[in-house]
């Protein structure tokens, strides 16, 4: 019998990550973008970084306490009093390995200076959010320069591709590659009938907004 698709996405904030939420949505998944919302799932509320620590910490199954969903496309939280991390954490990481065989793991990429452009240009994410909080790979007064913000990202690339290194269950994309919702598809053997821009952040004054940092 086939294990049920789970798709986690280790991407950071701003890389892309709502734009293949809305893709594998639309592909008949059901997906867990940053926050569980209403009507989602009966009886479960919550950001989905917290629902992963409260599973693998409770059941040793980051993903125990979201059983409904097939997708995680944005997993971090660093808002309301969280600071939040699963993809930088491989204890969990290979937790969902070792519970859900044949997950797939993928990497959202997006150029280091323009990441950090649309992070400095989101709410409060690049000028108070990220420095003020010790995050993995970018220590608490650290993060608020894109020199800063573009060596940790660069960090968290490397991190994914060396830990994942030959690795079947596991694909990376740059968001700007046009081949990548052919490579998605057949690396999940789906049909993605969208592929766009989703939650995009216009150049202008900092944009707010209760969704944070996605």
């Not at 097939?70 to 070792?98: C, K, Y």
């Not at 420095?131 to 993060?143: F, K, Q, R, S, W």
């Not at 990548?180 to 057949?186: N, Q, T, V």
Request: hydrophobic share 40%; with cysteine; net charge neutral.
């Amino acid at each position: 019998m086939t294990a049920p698709l789970k798709v986690i996405n280790l991407g950071l904030p701003k890389s892309g990550t709502t734009t293949l939420g809305e893709a594998l949505k639309r592909a008949g998944l059901s997906v867990a973008d940053w926050k569980i919302r209403p009507g989602q799932a009966p009886g479960l509320r919550g950001f989905v970084g917290k629902l992963m620590y409260e599973g693998y910490f409770s059941s040793g199954d980051p993903l125990s306490l979201m059983p409904g969903f097939d997708a995680f496309t944005e997993i971090d939280i660093v808002r309301h009093g969280l600071n939040l991390w699963p993809q930088t954490d491989w204890g969990l990481i290979s937790a969902i390995r070792a519970h859900h065989p044949g997950a797939r793991f993928i990497l959202t990429r997006r150029d280091p200076a323009k990441l950090s452009d649309s992070m400095a240009r989101w709410s409060d994410l690049g000028r108070r959010r990220l420095p003020e909080a010790a995050v993995p790979g970018l220590p608490a007064g650290y993060g608020a320069s894109d020199a800063e913000r573009i060596r940790w990202i660069e960090g968290h690339h490397a991190f994914c591709g060396r830990v994942f290194a030959g690795a079947a269950d596991y694909l990376e994309y740059d968001v700007e590659d046009t081949e990548a919702s052919a490579r998605i598809g057949a690396f999940l053997g789906l049909d993605l009938p969208w592929w766009g821009v989703a939650n995009a952040n216009p150049r202008g004054p900092a944009r707010d907004t209760d969704r944070g940092a996605p």
